[in-house]
Every structure is written in structure tokens, then in C-alpha cells.
């Protein structure tokens, strides 16, 4: 057997987004008989991926996984069983070294992070040899092509972009091969080949891609219809967030934290992934409102909002619940491990304060915390969250309360 692979850190389970690729992956099963089976990624990341198996296979077994259309391997260890699906028994595999190449992304990288905020638009990686590598749903939708006739091939051959004046974009001299040799993004407009024949007017942005050394091993490109219709299109999509975004902080509304919380449970009712709930409440808040006014109020929602976001794991939810109340949804976590963020929380707010006419008023919060249960529904398990977080309040508040 060969050597054993590390366990997977929680930095690596952070790291995890839900993209379905293709995937043969090959090993023994619990019987003893060799596999190579066809099947698609639930959820990747740089270290691994979950993916459904039509077979049983036992923890810590060594599969390898093959990347359908690009040919790319890296050997991997079943971690753990995580349920069933239509397709198969669901299982999280990880491997020894990153899978950038493997997956074609680069997770560190911002183009990535807005890419998966905004998969409407069209996106696509492409390696040092121009060969694209990744090809999302957007890029089928807007070029007429699906994945299995792009990936795999020179980005190039299909697309066949021109400028206004009808010149076409040569390998040598097109943006994304300036900024693959200077390392340099690049935003700008071009007309590309959709697969019907016609021209779709498209605003593009490319930002190289790098390996953990700095190195460039490819790009990211990002576009989108820069058409009347699509920009009226885009507006309306926006409108549409609007209703789901609290106007005073940015953070996700009542609404739209209930649908996530929602989410999280039947993911936890058919995956067996656990989740937190946290609630605050700014201490004294009317105290702050009447002595100095509802600017100064705004301000210290706006400051837990701040901290609040920059404190959590790239995972973690924020949101305002309304008044002075605000919410955060964590998943992969203990009673333990929930605590944790919550006091990390609540210290950093305690560090916090906001300038008044005379002087500067801190902040400070109670919590109340407490895990998803199968048999909750988002009511009941902010119902148990805004209690524990009463109990805080009642003790004298800065400190935290969880069950």
C-alpha cells in the first residue's frame, strides 16, 4: 500500500465550491474487484473534491482521478462516506498535492471568488498551452457551445474573437496572451463567434492565473453580453438582489438568511453536514440612539456589519435580521468549534467603537448560538438561537451563550 496521504486541514474544507466535473475515477471497491467509473464533482477544492460512486468503497482507500477531456490524474484517498444520491453513494476524496491542474482554477485567486458570485456571466481557464480547462454554464449559454466541445480545445479555434473594426484577435497579440506574458489584467470589448455564425458583442476581463510559487500557469476569462437587451437583463438581476440585501449594511436580509438557512438543513438532512447558527445583539443599542442620535446608531450597525464580515471564515454567512439583531450561518462545526467563532467574534466587536460628537462609544454584543438539528425548521432554530441569545443579555451582556 502506498503511503498515507495527510488528513484533510479545515483550511482545505473551506476551500470547497460546488461545480460539476467530469470525472473517471478507478480503484478496488469493498468487494475486492477493480472499477473505472464515469461520474461528475458535487463540489471541488484545491485538495480534493466529493463525488457520487455507483459502489461501495471503504475510508482511507487510495482511488485515482482522471479528468474526462483534459486527461489530467492525481491519486487520492476516500476520506469519508457522506450519503446517497440518484447517481451514486457520495464520497469526499482528497489528495496529497493541489489540484490546480486536475480542476484548472486557481482557488486563491479573486477572478475565481467572482466568478462563482456571478455564474450568469461566461468563464473559462485556459493553461500556458492555450488549451481551455474549465468552461462554466454561462459561456454555454451565451456561446452556443456546451463544455464537451470547448474543453480541451484551443481557445482560439472556436471563438474566433474580432475587434469593432472586424480585425480578428490573433493568439500572439490578444489580451488574454498579453496578460499571460506580462502578468497583467486586462478588461476590454470584442465581438465573439457564438456557434450559430452570428457576432455576440461581449465585454471581457482576464486576469492570469498562478501557482503557489507566482508563477503564471494559465488565465481566467470572464465575459459577458455587452448588448442593450443584456445590460437591461443585468439591471433587472440586480434589482432582484436588491430585495434580498438589507439597505443599511449590504448584508443579506430576513429573507433571504431564512432561504439559506433553509438550504443548510435539507444539506444537513441529506449529507449529514452540520451547521451553526449564531445571533447578536448590539448591548445598549436604544441607550446609543438616544444619547447620540440615529446617525451614530447607523454607525455601530454598520461596524458589527464590518467586523463581523471580515472576522468570519470565508464560509461563514452574515446577515442583518432586523433592528439591532444579526445573524451568522456556519457550516462544519461543532459545539466546540461554534463557540470558538463566536467568542473570536465577540472579542474583535469588543475592540470596536465609533466616533460621537465628544468622544468615541464602543461596541459590544450578546450571543446566543446553537447547531441545526434534523428535526428544526429556520423558524424554530432562530427561535433557540434569539433565546440563548436573551440569556446573554440578561447576564449583562459582552458574552456569549451557546446549547
Not at 476590454?188 to 508563477?215: C, S, Y
Not at 447620540?292 to 454598520?302: I, W
Not at 434534523?374 to 443579555?393: F, K, P, V, Y
Request: with cysteine; glycine share 8%; hydrophobic share 35%.
Amino acid at each position: 500500500m502506498g503511503a498515507q496521504l495527510p488528513d484533510p486541514t479545515p483550511r482545505r474544507r473551506s476551500e470547497r465550491v460546488s461545480i460539476a466535473f467530469p470525472l473517471e475515477v478507478a480503484g478496488v471497491d469493498l468487494t475486492g474487484q477493480r472499477f473505472s467509473d464515469k461520474t461528475k464533482t458535487t463540489t471541488v477544492s484545491m485538495y480534493g473534491c466529493c463525488l457520487p460512486i455507483p459502489r461501495l468503497l471503504k475510508p482511507d482507500q487510495q482511488v485515482q482521478l482522471t479528468r474526462i477531456l483534459t486527461g489530467q490524474s492525481a491519486l487520492g484517498r476516500v476520506v469519508a462516506p457522506m450519503g446517497d444520491q440518484p447517481e451514486g453513494h457520495l464520497y469526499g476524496v482528497e489528495t496529497d498535492d493541489p489540484c490546480a491542474a486536475l480542476w484548472g482554477i486557481q482557488f486563491a485567486s479573486p477572478m475565481y471568488q467572482k466568478l462563482v458570485d456571478n455564474l450568469r456571466e461566461g468563464a473559462y481557464f485556459v493553461n500556458l498551452d492555450r488549451k481551455i480547462t474549465y468552461w462554466n454554464e454561462g459561456a454555454e449559454q451565451l456561446s452556443g457551445y456546451a463544455a464537451g466541445e470547448i474543453v480541451g480545445q484551443s481557445s482560439s479555434e472556436n471563438l474566433a474573437e474580432v475587434d469593432a473594426s472586424g480585425k480578428q484577435l490573433c493568439d500572439d497579440d490578444s489580451p488574454l496572451e498579453q496578460s499571460m506574458i506580462d502578468g497583467q489584467p486586462r478588461s476590454t470589448d470584442v465581438f465573439m463567434r457564438h456557434k450559430q455564425g452570428h457576432r455576440v458583442p461581449v465585454n471581457v476581463e482576464i486576469l492570469p492565473m498562478r501557482n503557489p510559487a507566482g508563477k503564471i500557469v494559465g488565465a481566467a476569462k470572464v465575459f459577458r453580453n455587452s448588448s442593450s437587451y443584456h445590460r437591461v437583463e443585468r439591471r433587472v438581476s440586480e434589482l432582484e438582489q436588491l430585495a434580498f440585501r438589507d439597505p443599511l449594511t449590504g448584508l443579506p436580509n430576513r429573507h433571504y438568511f431564512e432561504l439559506k438557512i433553509e438550504h443548510a438543513l435539507d444539506e444537513q438532512r441529506r449529507f449529514g453536514r452540520q451547521y451553526g447558527l449564531l445571533m447578536f445583539d448590539i448591548d445598549r443599542f436604544r441607550q446609543a440612539n438616544d444619547d447620540h442620535g440615529h446617525e451614530v446608531g447607523d454607525a455601530l450597525l454598520k461596524a458589527l456589519a464590518e467586523t463581523l464580515e471580515r472576522t468570519l471564515r470565508a464560509d461563514d454567512l452574515v446577515g442583518r435580521w432586523g433592528g439591532e439583531e444579526f445573524l451568522v450561518l456556519a457550516p462544519d462545526v461543532d459545539e466546540v468549534a461554534l463557540r470558538l467563532v463566536a467568542e473570536r467574534c465577540r472579542g474583535l466587536i469588543a475592540q470596536s467603537s465609533v466616533a460621537t460628537n465628544s468622544s468615541r462609544t464602543a461596541i459590544t454584543v450578546s450571543i446566543g448560538g446553537t447547531l441545526l438539528s434534523n428535526g428544526d425548521s429556520a423558524q424554530s432554530a432562530i427561535r433557540r438561537a434569539d433565546e440563548l441569545m436573551t440569556e446573554s443579555t440578561r447576564a449583562g451582556g459582552d458574552r456569549t451563550t451557546t446549547a
